[in-house]
């Protein structure tokens, strides 16, 4: 069945560590996106990429990076959390033509202690 | 600054109610969404509705796009229990690398 993976669904990880969040779709799609959510509020895209060897930057500045080796594999690194990154994190993707709107994996809630 | 704006922030029905939730936008666009997000978890695409459409229905929602007062509506009607969720509007602005922008959302509780 097409879809859309986030791992890990939670995370609890010390100031200081080095972590990637994983996001892995099976629809053959292009476009994929990262965006930030804090609770009730709105989404803010911080990375964004239209193919293999293609990444963006999004509205709200962060200190993650973003890598799109393969078309399915877009994974999100933190070099070094800190507490400001506690947050949840939502991977989409879309197709081509806008038509069908973006699919979103179940995110990844990220706590930061 | 954000280009989706809904209204109200929260909404308190009863089962069987019809549930009305509006979105205001900045600038011109090609296309408005409308998502679903149960508990904090990921968004459910509903409905789009292009820029050169007024209406749109799809099962229980209707959706309204007025482009000379930049709003949306998304009409609910006989809500159930299972509809609470917070339902946020999205825009795309059409440009060949344009990406959506959500707005704050839309609480929605539906008792039984």
């Known amino acids: 069945e097409a879809d859309i993976y986030q791992t890990p669904r939670y995370l609890v990880i010390g100031t200081g560590k080095k972590i990637t969040l994983e996001c892995s779709q099976t629809?053959?799609?292009?476009?994929m996106y990262w965006y930030q959510q804090d609770p009730g509020m709105e989404l803010h895209l911080i990375h964004y990429?239209?193919?293999?060897?293609?990444?963006e930057k999004g509205d709200l500045s962060s200190e993650s990076t973003v890598s799109r080796i393969r078309t399915e594999h877009f994974p999100l690194t933190l070099e070094s959390a800190r507490p400001s990154h506690t947050s949840q994190y939502l991977c989409?993707?879309?197709?081509?033509?806008?038509?069908?709107?973006?699919?979103f994996g179940s995110g990844t809630r990220l706590t930061v202690v | 600054s954000q280009q989706g704006e809904e209204d109200p922030q929260a909404l308190s029905i009863q089962e069987g109610e019809n549930a009305t939730m509006n979105c205001s936008y900045k600038?011109?666009?090609?296309?408005l969404q409308w998502y679903r997000q149960n508990s904090g978890r990921g968004l459910v695409h509903l409905i789009l509705?292009?820029?050169?459409?007024r209406e749109k229905h799809s099962g229980r929602l209707r959706v309204t796009l007025d482009t000379s007062k930049k709003s949306s509506s998304l009409l609910i009607t006989a809500s159930r229990a299972a509809d609470t969720a917070s339902y946020f509007c999205?825009?795309?602005?059409?440009?060949?690398?344009?990406?959506?922008?959500f707005g704050k959302g839309t609480m929605l509780l539906v008792s039984p």
């Open positions: 629809m053959g799609h292009d476009k």
């Open positions: 990429s239209y193919g293999v060897n293609s990444t």
């Open positions: 509705i292009r820029s050169n459409e």
């Open positions: 600038t011109s666009i090609n296309n």
């Open positions: 999205a825009t795309d602005a059409g440009r060949r690398y344009s990406t959506l922008t």
């Open positions: 989409a993707s879309s197709g081509e033509g806008g038509s069908y709107g973006y699919t």
